[in-house]
Every structure is written in structure tokens, then in C-alpha cells.
């Protein structure tokens, strides 16, 4: 087995909110190209540590991080690199789909003029990222009508194309999947499936078949600490610590 | 037994208040209508008064009320947005924003008389701008300032986070987040804030006493340096300082009609923003 290459990672992470510690000394790595599920019971951190990465604690004035975190070898908070240089190259898809009152075209196309994407270039990218995530057809016609028309599933997959439009490397994803049916679910998580080739994937979830569906590894977290990481299949099915296996067979979380 | 009668009694109690407030509500209208609808005409609100005041319009009054919100507009909405704007999206939450905010809202509670001394002291006096349009205008705008900045911030805190974070995700700085996502999602609530504020200012009679409103001025205000004529004074010199308080009761009752017309205008387009926006979600 070949040595992957480590895309993003963290290492003795730490981060407080106020007096409040939430990440005690996490140490981590994604490697590329594969999609790592982060689990673990409501607070443990592991939506705070995702957020770390495209620098989504910057805003929240209480809240103070130490640790390195590195993208390549580019340290993400390290010298003149500002947080929207960072963001360009991580996105993220929020929990709840998070349309701007736009039309759907419109909304994918922010996300090019605010990076000074060159006007004519738009329309084939934002066609493009429709495509690639899996909407175009069902939305084609409709691209001037408000995005807040579309079922949940189909916003949350607009947000997907929304985030691939801009090309970053990595995806965060938090919980993507929680406020959606199931039939919607699977057809992001397809989506999902599809996208790792091009990209990074890193994705919160607290669906324990979602990661052993998807996910190529995964991390369980516990009060603020990574407690295991491996190959989802092993991590399920012989996790080396018996707090995993309990969390993972549902006997706490 | 009390089991059974505490449900009637509460919402006994509830209806009571309600029909009462109703109640008081409808015999204002009545009388104000029933007593300023036979003034109401064409020339009422198209001409100046004659005859010391005892005949003619109040034309002049209508347009110095219509030009002084106008002013206070101008001078409170910029100010007080941009200042909310701060307040909920940039100002980080320590001792001093929490004492700004108190003064803000301790400033919403002040009586407007203080505003009129206020501007008399520091914008007719202090600054040499005399009695007059500009004057006033300035002193109500101060008076609208923390109503303005209290309704638009709270507009801004009704917008979730997760619109913010969905423009910050794809690159966008704080300031364009804030003028391309957070701004036009609060547009109705600020707008509607601002409105009603300024058809609360449109009636104030006190903060214009000292600083610009006039008895009588013979042509309708057009310039800021001079005195003006104001609907809510107007009703005030006609119903208690007029020489013959009996003959211009009924121009009183029309001035108030016309009053509270504007103000309900002022309002009814507040509602339909509210409406146009719910429409749209």
C-alpha cells in the first residue's frame, strides 16, 4: 500500500472559546482525494474543528486557536495569508442549506464576482458546477426563479455547486445530510461519492451508516480529543479503543 | 367548579382588553373624523390661511411637516444604519458596547421637550443657524437617531449566521457579506423601522417648538434657513392660543384629520414593504 498524500491536517490543535477549551490538543491528517468522516457525540468539537480549517472562527472575537494548521504546506494562519485566500481554497457546505435571497443562477455567480472570476468566463463555470453536482437537469429552466423554491435536497446540492463553482481543493462539509429525507440524503451522498475524485472531502456526520457508506476514513472524536482515526471499515468493525466501539454501536452519544 | 370558570376568566379578561383598547381607538377616529371631515376639501389642504387664520387651508403647514420628515430622514437613517451596522456585526461585546447600547436606549426614553432644548442650545444658538427648517430638521433627526439604530439592529440580528457564513464560505470579505447578503435580507425590517419612526417624528410637536416652527408664515417653507409652518403645531396654536378658539374648531379638527392622514400613509407603506417581502419568500 502506497503512502498517501496528506492534503490538510492539524496538529496540537487547540482551541478555547472564552475560559471554555473545545479542541484539547487535536492532531490530524486528510489525505487527498478520500473522504473522512469526523464523528463522535453532540459538543465534542468536531464541528468546531472542521471550521478551523477555512477559518470560520475569525468573526467570534472569543475565540482563540494555537496549533498548526496546514494545507500542503501552507500554514493557514501563518503570515499575510487572509482568511478569504483560505476560504477560495476550502469551502464548505453548511448544515442547513444557506441560499442568499438570489436567484439560483445568481447564486452561484456570487461566489464569481466576489473572486473576480472575468464576466464572459461565468456562464460555462456556473453550468459546469450545476452539472457536477448532480442538478442541472432538474433545475435548467428555472435558473432565474428564487433558490428558496427548490426542495431541501436540491438547495443543499446548490450549495454543493455553489462551493465546486470557485475549484477549491478541500470541501468541509457539516452535517450536510441532517435536515434531509432520505431519498435527498442518498442522492448527496451519491454526489458526494462522485466529487471525491476531484477533491478533498472532509464531512461531520452523525449518521453512523453515512460514514460506513462513504467515508474511506474515519475520525472519532470525544470531548474535545481525537480518541481513534483509521479505515472507516476497521474503525467500525475492530475499533482499537472500547470507547469506539461503544460509541459506534450506539451504547452512549 | 374553579377549574372550569379560570379559562373563561382569562380569556374573558383578554377579550375585555382588547375590545376596550378597540373601543378607545374607534371613538378617537369618530370624533376626528366626524368633527375634520366637513373642513376636508380641495382648498383646505391647497391654500394658505386667511383672515387670521379663521378661513383658508393649511397648505403651508402640510408641506413644512412633508419637508421637516423629509430632513430628519436625511440626517437619521445614514447615521443610524450605519451605526446598527456596527453594533451587531462588528463591535465585539465588552463593557463599553454594552454601555453604548444602555445610552442608546436610555436616549429612546427621553422626553422630546429635551430634544427641543437641546437643539435650541446647540443648532439655533450654538451654531448660529437660527429658528428655522434646518434647525428643526437636525433636532428631530437626533430624536429619531436611537429609534432608527434600535429597529435596524434589531433587523440585523434576525438574520441568521448561517447567512453570513454562506457568503463568507465562498470568499467574500466581512463588509461584502454584510452589503450583499445581510443588508438586503434585513432590508424590509430596517425599512420598516425607519418608517414608522418617522411618521412618529412627523407628529412631534415639542423638539420644532423651539428650534423653527412658526405661527404663521404667509408662503409655504422652501428655503432650510427659514421658519416653517408644521401640521402638529398648527393644531396645537389652533386648539388652545387662537384669539377665537370656537370658529377655528373645526379647521382644528381638519389639520388633526389631515395629521393623522399622513401618519397613516406613512404607515400603510410600512405594512406593504412587510407584505411585498413576505410575498417573496
Redo the contacts between chains.
Keep these: 500500500m502506497n503512502k498517501e498524500h496528506i492534503k490538510l491536517s492539524a496538529t496540537a490543535a487547540k482551541l478555547w472559546f472564552g475560559t471554555k477549551q473545545v479542541l484539547k490538543n487535536v492532531t490530524v491528517a486528510f489525505p487527498e482525494n478520500k473522504i473522512t468522516a469526523l464523528i463522535g457525540p453532540s459538543g465534542c468539537g468536531k464541528s468546531t474543528l472542521l471550521r478551523c480549517f477555512n477559518r470560520m472562527h475569525d468573526l467570534s472575537p472569543d475565540a482563540r486557536i494555537e496549533g498548526k494548521f496546514l494545507l500542503e504546506e501552507q500554514n493557514l494562519y501563518k503570515g499575510n495569508l487572509t482568511a478569504t485566500a483560505v476560504r477560495r481554497r476550502i469551502g464548505m457546505v453548511f448544515q442547513q442549506a444557506n441560499p442568499f435571497p438570489k436567484s439560483i443562477y445568481e447564486k452561484i455567480n456570487y461566489g464569481l464576482k466576489i473572486n473576480d472570476i472575468p464576466k464572459h468566463e461565468r456562464p460555462a463555470i456556473i453550468e459546469n458546477a450545476l452539472k457536477e453536482s448532480y442538478i442541472w437537469d432538474e433545475v435548467k429552466d428555472d435558473l432565474q426563479k428564487p433558490a428558496t423554491k427548490l426542495s431541501g435536497g436540491q438547495q443543499q446540492r446548490l450549495c454543493i455547486a455553489r462551493t465546486v463553482a470557485l475549484r477549491p481543493e478541500v470541501i468541509l462539509m457539516d452535517e450536510p445530510c441532517s435536515a434531509l429525507d432520505p431519498i435527498s440524503t442518498s442522492k448527496v451522498e451519491e454526489l458526494i461519492l462522485k466529487l471525491k475524485k476531484d477533491y478533498t472531502i472532509v464531512i461531520v456526520t452523525h449518521n453512523m451508516q453515512q460514514a460506513q457508506r462513504i467515508a474511506d476514513k474515519t475520525v472519532f472524536m470525544y470531548l474535545g480529543e481525537i480518541i481513534e482515526a483509521g479505515d472507516t471499515h476497521q474503525l467500525f468493525n475492530k475499533p482499537q479503543q472500547e470507547m469506539t466501539g461503544n460509541y459506534v454501536k450506539g451504547h452512549f452519544g | 367548579m374553579i377549574r372550569k370558570l379560570t379559562p373563561v376568566i382569562e380569556w374573558g379578561t383578554l377579550l375585555l382588553s382588547t375590545g376596550l383598547a378597540c373601543f378607545f381607538l374607534a371613538i378617537i377616529l369618530w370624533d376626528l373624523i366626524s368633527k375634520g371631515a366637513p373642513s376636508l376639501s380641495w382648498e383646505f389642504i391647497s391654500s394658505s390661511p386667511t383672515d387670521g387664520m379663521t378661513k383658508g387651508g393649511i397648505l403651508p403647514a402640510i408641506i413644512g411637516t412633508v419637508l421637516l420628515t423629509f430632513i430628519t430622514a436625511l440626517v437619521a437613517a445614514p447615521f443610524g444604519i450605519c451605526c446598527a451596522i456596527y453594533l451587531n456585526e462588528y463591535a ?2 465588552n463593557w463599553l458596547t454594552r454601555i453604548i447600547r444602555a445610552s442608546i436606549r436610555n436616549l429612546a426614553g427621553l422626553p422630546s421637550i429635551i430634544y427641543g432644548l437641546f437643539g435650541l442650545a446647540l443648532f439655533v444658538q450654538g451654531l448660529q443657524m437660527g429658528t428655522s427648517l434646518l434647525a428643526a430638521g437636525l433636532t428631530l433627526g437626533l430624536l429619531s437617531l436611537p429609534y432608527i439604530i434600535i429597529t435596524t439592529e434589531e433587523a440585523l440580528r434576525r438574520i ?1 449566521n ?13 463588509l ?1 457579506s454584510i452589503r ?2 445581510v443588508l ?2 434585513a432590508l424590509p425590517g430596517i425599512l420598516t423601522g425607519l418608517v414608522l419612526t418617522l411618521s412618529r417624528a412627523a407628529g412631534e410637536t415639542a423638539p420644532i417648538l423651539f428650534t423653527g416652527v412658526a405661527f404663521y408664515i404667509n408662503k409655504p417653507a422652501a428655503y432650510l434657513n427659514q421658519e416653517f409652518m408644521a401640521l402638529p403645531y398648527h393644531l396645537y396654536m389652533l386648539s388652545t392660543q387662537h384669539q377665537a378658539i370656537e370658529q377655528v374648531r373645526p379647521l382644528a379638527y381638519g389639520t388633526a384629520l389631515v395629521l393623522i392622514i399622513v401618519v397613516f400613509f406613512l404607515n400603510l407603506s410600512a405594512f406593504y414593504i412587510r407584505y411585498q417581502h413576505s410575498k ?2
Design positions: 465585539v461585546d441568521p448561517r447567512m453570513r457564513e454562506a457568503a463568507l464560505a465562498v470568499g467574500a470579505t466581512q461584502e450583499d447578503v438586503p435580507s417573496h419568500e
